[in-house]
């Protein structure tokens, strides 16, 4: 196993007082899969990412088990998450433009990551830059290196950022909507990209989305997360084909199948409840039209509803003994 959560909880001080944003997330990637992260805005995916790479406000509550090619990273110290962060495990994020420096050449930047973490010489470095851009499929190499960010088009800017996070070859790769912000060919173009780097790289993928779409394109697994919790998990075709969780039946019933790839998420009626005024029961349970009274009292518990298929409601609750058959520590 590359990547695991056990019971991973944030909480971020609003106002002087501690809200709970993420609570008790376990997940885990293997190398060589991508696993897809589904939800409305405001879910908690990106707050599950940030939290893999602890990038987090100052005073951010961090609680349960982050291990990284078995190891404990959430207790590393600042310094030692720096090293790891572009060196094991690397994020893009949704607008290059943001992320990239407009006052540095886009080869420059590149080699920054490459200083950072290796020990190539300059005249190393250079060559490894222009392989990287052959990589991420951009020709004329040599004229890109020397290119600044706002020369580049939108695609062109999210493949630097690509190769930026391939510069140490990662064994996780972070992707925040990476292709949000592009056309529909673009968009493929980037989502054909990362597939071909995860199988020859044989790294591990997190995929934050809204969109559908981009998870039937390229994922292998999918988490559909309500309110800063899980509520359902399943590999992609089965959450496709036989969805549990009311929640995701809303979230697959809201697109019209044809259209899939150009519809977004989000027309279940209802709002996502706030973090400061969760409801001690379902989460959903205000949204929900398969609700009983349990679902107002009590937290539904994830239930093994099919094989390596987990849902968290209490329409599906599990007969005692069947949790110990869970296949959910897959490899
Ligand atoms: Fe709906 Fe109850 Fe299931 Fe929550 S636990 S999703 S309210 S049926
Ligand atoms: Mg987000």
Same mark, same amino acid.
């Given at each position: 196993?590359?990547?695991?959560?056990?019971?991973?909880?944030?909480?971020?001080?609003?106002?002087? #007082?501690?809200?709970? !944003?993420?609570?008790?997330?376990?997940?885990?990637? *293997?190398?060589?899969? %991508? +696993? @897809?992260?589904?939800? =409305?805005?405001?879910?908690?995916?990106?707050?599950?990412?940030?939290?893999?790479?602890?990038?987090?406000?100052?005073?951010?509550?961090?609680?349960?088990?982050?291990?990284?090619?078995?190891?404990?990273?959430?207790?590393?110290?600042?310094?030692?998450?720096?090293?790891?962060r572009?060196? #094991?495990?690397?994020? !893009?994020?949704?607008?290059?433009?943001?992320?990239? *420096?407009?006052?540095? %050449? +886009? @080869?420059?930047?590149? =080699?920054?990551?490459?200083?950072?973490?290796?020990?190539?010489?300059?005249?190393?470095?250079?060559?490894?830059v222009?392989?990287?851009?052959?990589?991420?499929?951009?020709?004329?190499?040599?004229?890109?290196?020397?290119?600044?960010p706002?020369?580049?088009?939108?695609?062109?800017?999210?493949r630097?950022?690509?190769?930026?996070?391939?510069?140490?070859?990662?064994?996780?790769?972070?992707?925040d909507?990476?292709?949000?912000?592009?056309?529909?060919t673009?968009?493929?173009?980037?989502?054909?990209?990362?597939?071909?780097?995860?199988?020859?790289?044989?790294?591990?993928?997190?995929?934050i989305?809204?969109?559908?779409g981009?998870?039937?394109?390229?994922c292998?697994?999918?988490?559909?997360?309500?309110?800063?919790?899980?509520?359902?998990?399943?590999?992609?075709?089965?959450?496709?084909?036989?969805?549990?969780?009311?929640?995701?039946?809303?979230?697959?019933?809201?697109?019209?199948?044809?259209?899939?790839?150009?519809?977004?998420?989000g027309?279940?009626?209802?709002?996502?409840?706030?973090?400061?005024?969760?409801?001690?029961?379902?989460?959903?349970?205000?949204?929900?039209?398969?609700?009983?009274?349990?679902?107002?009292?009590?937290?539904?518990p994830?239930?093994?509803?099919?094989?390596?298929?987990?849902?968290?409601?209490?329409?599906?609750?599990?007969?005692?003994?069947?949790?110990?058959?869970?296949?959910?520590?897959?490899?």
């Open positions: 196993m590359l990547l695991e959560l056990k019971n991973v909880s944030l909480s971020l001080k609003r106002d002087g #007082k501690y809200v709970k !944003i993420l609570d008790e997330i376990s997940l885990q990637v *293997n190398k060589g899969e %991508t +696993v @897809g992260i589904v939800g =409305e805005s405001g879910c908690g995916k990106s707050m599950t990412a940030l939290s893999i790479m602890r990038l987090l406000p100052e005073k951010a509550k961090l609680e349960g088990g982050i291990l990284l090619e078995k190891e404990e990273i959430s207790s590393y110290s600042k310094r030692k998450l720096e090293k790891i572009g060196d #094991k495990m690397a994020m !893009i994020f949704q607008d290059p433009l943001t992320s990239l *420096n407009p006052l540095h %050449t +886009v @080869g420059r930047q590149i =080699e920054e990551t490459l200083i950072l973490h290796t020990d190539l010489n300059k005249e190393q470095r250079k060559k490894r222009i392989e990287l851009l052959n990589e991420v499929g951009l020709p004329r190499a040599d004229e890109i290196a020397s290119d600044y706002h020369q580049l088009s939108g695609g062109m800017r999210q630097i950022m690509i190769a930026v996070a391939m510069a140490c070859n990662p064994s996780l790769l972070i992707c909507e990476p292709t949000t912000a592009l056309d529909v673009v968009q493929a173009q980037i989502l054909d990209l990362m597939n071909h780097l995860k199988d020859v790289n044989e790294m591990g993928i997190i995929m989305t809204h969109d559908l981009v998870v039937a394109e390229v292998d697994r999918v988490i559909v997360m309500y309110a800063g919790k899980i509520v359902e998990q399943a590999e992609i075709k089965e959450l496709f084909i036989n969805p549990k969780h009311p929640y995701t039946k809303g979230l697959l019933d809201s697109i019209p199948k044809l259209a899939m790839k150009k519809t977004k998420l027309s279940i009626p209802g709002m996502v409840p706030s973090p400061d005024k969760m409801p001690k029961g379902c989460r959903f349970y205000e949204r929900c039209s398969s609700a009983m009274e349990i679902c107002r009292e009590k937290t539904p994830m239930n093994l509803v099919g094989e390596e298929h987990l849902a968290a409601c209490w329409l599906f609750e599990e007969k005692e003994g069947e949790a110990n058959a869970s296949s959910r520590n897959k490899g």
